[in-house]
């Protein structure tokens, strides 16, 4: 290497996505480079020109503009541009000039196809947003082994199955045969599609439930029923399974969320294995579920207060164990939910049996399986439409407020919109949930909706299940139908709008100016949250986290093929942007919060941020002619 | 510039003439090569001239004492220096090197033992400088090293118009109005050694003292002072001395 060339190749090799590359490869490019200075002002590309390099900036700075003169990015130091149009036709599609005295180093096509053949990195960085952000979050995925391994690598043998005449005791002693701590009940035929299958000999079954040494003790010897009862009298209906081929992740979710510690693993409808709690913890010791258990165990508010510190401790190994924004946005969730449910539980053992049958409702992140380590608490309390707010509402009032102080005591702070159960507001029976929704609907403007959005990511979390569902699908076969409520929540969605990236040290807004610092919730997440929201409204779909309502969107036409993928991984990048920067803040024993500052930005992490940011632009664009305001009615 | 002894002005109205009746004239055929390519006229607008920046690294600033050690030149035009084209030789100076001149220019005796003579690539020095505007920045160095090195060698030596970044630099900076006054008050006059000229410029801190690094920054340098104090369709006759 000649020693004068090293100027040039040492500063291009600090600066992504020349820094991966081969000292053979930094060499060739140094060979090459034609220089030229230009003037404060004066143009570099001009638009239509022919290019036949590629263009770095060595000192000073620029800007890109689209054809119509909008201002695309700023540039500076060890940036690149040019790429987008060396990949296409040639021609400049992106014109630029000099905002400050520059000096620019001149790469060859040459050189510039040689780099994108030999060296994968370089070539996915040049290429447009889609394949940069797809590769930062496919990469965050495959590191991930529970994200990939598939739940049938646990299983060990075949199920334990019984028909449902069987009796009790011979149910007993083949699952003491087979040392197993559960057995599948089934019957003949196939009235319910979901669990039919064929066996070898072409006889059709159908899996009816399950059966567990906890039932054996709870539901038979406890009851003191007979021996020789047919299992079929015992076995609880409420079946729920999994695939065989999801993740252990997902088996590991599914038993959470529904309590359960057994899981039967299906193969389409056939069933192959039953999975136990402790398969998964044995697989995965780091995992929430200790938390979890703990939270379940813990007799007081106190106690669960303690648990605060574990909560953020399982955050960040969960982050330095590269889980990606799902996993740790669910993981989150779940955790709050179980704080949530262990709170109702005390509630009620400390107020008596609810008067009326209830269902605690979050909303938010939470509802949305999206939460982070900053967070606030969002719940309301949907009634049995036989409430009577004078005989019952001190009960509610009272169970809803031991869970909301109790709540605020494990680090979910109130909700600042008070969306509270304490909320007299929002602590209603369920035909009034249901006027609130048909007037949100029926007569929106954007000012009302701007407080009421927030109930549109609504789940479950305790009691009567069947009364968020029930507003669920009101709200799925309305909302397409509501342009004018459309049009409302999409302008909403348009009043936080994304940065266009960085410059140095700065945030550099659409307009160009800058800012010192940037809140990755405000002006990332939450917009594209409110985008998919919309989208998902439109199309009825029922999902509640932004990737499943993804997923629904992309089945429609809403959005042109590939978009939703495209928002997809601008969403996950955004997300892990965000909690890498909460495990930062955790690490360094500063209080968590959704400021992130320029300076610690990694430069690959400030182009993948700039791209997911100019996606989530162009699809908040692309809301305002989707879902136009119906043309107001003039006077003439 | 403490040191360098004081010189013959050299001042040519008529470099065509010049160099044709050196090209006459010429013992050398390298030498009569050189003077019979011509120059671009010396009123062809500057954006339309060839040039070729060239730095040498010598053994000390006195021509008749010290000796060349390496030399590096970057052809360029206004609009692009061709860094692929450079050319870049090491030199044996023929008279001992001493250690200071050694770190600063970190040539080596064993890199310089191995070095040829000047001689050996002279020819091809001046096939490349020839028809291209010479650009050094302090021409009181290149020209009369390579003037006196020539004349050892050949017998006749090469002198030929330049462009001199340091000089048009010093015509900014120390002989306006406003520069006279700041030297009445006692100010130390504007630095316009390489360095501290490019900073003016928003030009890159380059390491110093290598003749090829030295030749980029110096064509960089001008590129910069035409865009900034003059303009492409300037004639070359108000530039080059």
């Known amino acids: ?636 | 510039m403490y040191g360098i002894r004081p010189r013959q002005k050299i001042t040519q109205t008529d470099w065509a003439g010049y160099m044709a009746q050196r090209a006459r004239r010429a013992g050398s055929q390298a030498i009569q090569q050189f003077y019979d390519t011509p120059l671009p006229d010396p009123e062809t607008p500057i954006s339309e001239v060839p040039m070729v920046a060239l730095d040498m690294e010598t053994t000390g600033l006195d021509e008749r004492r010290h000796a060349i050690v390496s030399i590096g030149i970057v052809p360029f035009t206004l609009h692009r220096i061709k860094l692929a084209e450079r050319r870049y030789w090491v030199v044996n100076p023929s008279r001992p090197l001493d250690e200071a001149s050694i770190t600063y220019h970190h040539i080596t005796h064993s890199e310089i033992a191995q070095a040829p003579d000047l001689e050996a690539i002279l020819d091809e020095l001046l096939v490349q400088l020839a028809g291209h505007l010479v650009v050094v920045h302090f021409r009181n160095i290149e020209r009369p090293f390579l003037d006196a090195a020539v004349k050892a060698r050949r017998g006749e030596g090469v002198l030929f118009p330049m462009i001199d970044t340091m000089s048009l630099e010093a015509r900014l900076h120390r002989q306006t109005l406003w520069a006279r006054f700041r030297r009445w008050l006692g100010r130390p006059p504007v630095s316009i050694r390489l360095h501290a000229s490019r900073e003016r410029y928003g030009l890159p801190a380059y390491q110093g003292h290598h003749a090829l690094v030295d030749a980029l920054a110096t064509a960089e340098l001008l590129q910069a002072q035409i865009a900034t104090h003059y303009r492409p369709d300037t004639p070359l006759k108000d530039i080059w001395c």
């Open chain 1, 1 to 636: 290497m000649d020693v004068e060339l090293l100027e040039i190749r040492q500063h291009m090799g600090r600066f992504p996505p020349f820094d991966g590359l081969s000292d053979d490869l930094l060499d060739a490019i140094a060979e090459q480079v034609e220089v030229s200075y230009f003037k404060t002002g004066s143009h570099i590309l001009v638009l239509n020109e022919m290019l036949e390099e590629l263009c770095y900036i060595r000192s000073g700075a620029v800007e890109v503009y689209r054809s119509q003169g909008e201002l695309y990015n700023r540039l500076g130091e060890g940036d690149i541009f040019g790429h987008f149009s060396l990949l296409r036709n040639h021609k400049v599609r992106f014109p630029a000039q000099a905002i400050e005295d520059t000096l620019i180093y001149f790469i060859p096509k040459a050189v510039f196809q040689r780099l994108c053949e030999e060296d994968d990195h370089f070539a996915d960085f040049v290429e447009l947003e889609r394949p940069r952000l797809e590769t930062a979050a496919e990469q965050q995925k495959k590191s991930n082994e529970m994200m990939v391994t598939r739940i049938r690598k646990l299983l060990t043998r075949y199920p334990v199955m019984v028909e449902a005449s069987t009796s009790l005791q011979l149910a007993a002693q083949q699952m003491s045969e087979a040392q197993a701590s559960a057995l599948l009940v089934l019957k003949e035929g196939s009235d319910n599609p979901r669990y039919s299958f064929k066996d070898s000999e072409g006889q059709a079954w159908q899996m009816c439930g399950i059966l567990t040494d906890h039932d054996f003790r709870t539901r038979v010897v406890a009851e003191g029923l007979s021996s020789q009862t047919p299992v079929s009298e015992v076995v609880s209906s409420r079946l729920i399974t999994i695939q065989s081929d999801a993740s252990v992740y997902e088996a590991m979710l599914t038993m959470l969320r529904s309590n359960v510690h057994h899981l039967p693993v299906l193969y389409r409808q056939r069933p192959v294995g039953v999975v136990h709690l402790s398969d998964i913890i044995r697989y995965e010791t780091h995992s929430g579920l200790y938390l979890v258990t703990n939270i379940f165990n813990q007799p007081s508010i106190q106690g669960l207060a303690r648990l605060a510190p574990d909560v953020r401790a399982a955050f960040v190994r969960m982050v330095q164990e590269d889980a990606n924004s799902q996993m740790v946005g669910s993981a989150l969730s779940t955790i709050g939910r179980s704080f949530t449910r262990r709170l109702l539980e005390m509630a009620e053992e400390e107020l008596g049996p609810p008067p009326v049958p209830y269902c605690f409702m979050v909303n938010g992140s939470m509802a949305r399986n999206e939460q982070s380590i900053v967070t606030d608490q969002d719940n309301a309390l949907i009634l049995s439409d036989d409430f009577d707010p004078e005989q019952h509402d001190d009960y509610f009032y009272a169970l809803a407020k031991i869970v909301s102080d109790g709540l605020d005591a494990c680090g979910y702070t109130y909700c600042k919109g008070d969306v509270m159960a304490t909320n007299s507001q929002w602590r209603q029976p369920l035909s009034v949930w249901k006027g609130y929704f048909l007037d949100w609907m029926a007569n929106p403007t954007p000012e009302r909706l701007l407080h009421s959005s927030i109930f549109f990511d609504l789940d479950s979390c305790y009691g009567e299940d069947i009364y968020v569902e029930i507003l669920q699908d009101l709200i799925a076969q309305t909302a397409p139908q509501s342009p004018l409520f459309l049009a409302a929540m999409a302008r909403n969605a348009l009043n936080r709008t994304p940065p266009l990236g960085f410059f140095r040290t700065f945030v550099m807004e659409q307009d160009g100016k800058h800012n010192n610092s940037i809140n990755l919730k405000r002006r990332g997440t939450a917009p594209m949250v409110d985008l998919v929201r919309i989208h998902a409204l439109a199309c009825g779909s029922k999902a509640q986290n932004s990737f499943q309502r993804l997923n629904d969107i992309s089945k429609t036409q809403l959005l042109a093929n590939g978009m939703s993928d495209k928002l997809s991984y601008a969403f996950e990048f955004l997300c892990m942007s965000r909690v890498r920067h909460h495990m930062i803040d955790l690490q360094e024993d500063r209080l968590p919060d959704n400021n992130i500052e320029p300076e610690n930005v990694a430069d690959s992490e400030r182009h993948t941020l700039k791209d997911a940011f100019q996606v989530l632009s162009n699809a908040q664009k692309f809301l305002k002619y989707r879902y136009p305001m119906p043309a107001q009615r003039s006077g003439r």
